[in-house]
């Protein structure tokens, strides 16, 4: 069975879909991947939808994963929805890692903090991951690092700025390097999100090994 990596987090708004839509675009170049929406709110399948030319992987609902992941896939991502404690449990037990957002904010330090609680007993291997970094304001993510260590939660070295091509490409459901402008130029931040991307999925790969 292809390796899981799920996508967790006990709320909303710290960008899970961003980063699971975004890594399995770019781990389909070169690999067969599955992303599975366990969200009842289907924000990764409405971005799927919208994808004109298709984003080359597959996006399946929670209700058909079953069948789905029983094809030869090479990875398969788990978008989960801001869930209680016992859903990420159970998520974490299926997972061959757990990427867990958080946004440079107290109130989601502290969930990811108790995230990690939980993740720490299950013995699942995980790695918090700051995103919405403003880069104007670096030392705020820095604390953040420092206050997360603190309750001794892994965190990659890899960090997602607050970019306005994340928003452009969630509407368009196109790969954040492909993100453009009203005008339809190609978004001055697409190029660099890309980079962040690219550099979170070799971690994240080094983490998995």
């Excluded at 709110?41 to 030319?53: F, Q, T």
Aim: glycine share 10%; net charge neutral.
């Amino acid at each position: 069975m292809a390796p899981v990596l799920t996508i967790a987090g006990l709320k909303g708004g710290v960008g899970k879909t961003s980063c699971a839509t975004a890594l399995a675009c770019h781990w389909s170049a070169s690999r067969r991947v599955l992303l599975v929406d366990a969200d009842p709110n289907g924000s990764a399948l409405r971005w799927h939808a919208r994808s004109d030319a298709g984003p080359g992987f597959d996006c399946v609902p929670l209700a058909k994963a079953p069948q789905a992941m029983a094809k030869p896939w090479d990875l398969v991502l788990m978008d989960t929805a801001g869930g209680s404690r016992d859903e990420q449990r159970t998520y974490a037990e299926g997972s061959d890692f757990v990427l867990a957002p958080c946004q440079v904010a107290a109130g989601a330090i502290e969930q990811v903090a108790e995230l990690g609680g939980l993740l720490l007993q299950t013995g699942a291997r995980f790695a918090v991951l700051l995103t919405m970094v403003d880069e104007r304001r670096r030392q705020d993510a820095e604390k953040a690092r420092a206050v997360l260590e603190g309750f001794g939660l892994p965190v990659l070295s890899s960090q997602i700025s607050a970019l306005s091509c994340w928003p452009k490409a969630e509407a368009a459901g196109v790969a954040v390097r492909d993100a453009r402008t009203d005008s339809g130029r190609p978004d001055p931040g697409a190029a660099r999100a890309w980079q962040q991307v690219a550099a979170l999925a070799v971690e994240i790969e080094g983490a998995m090994a």
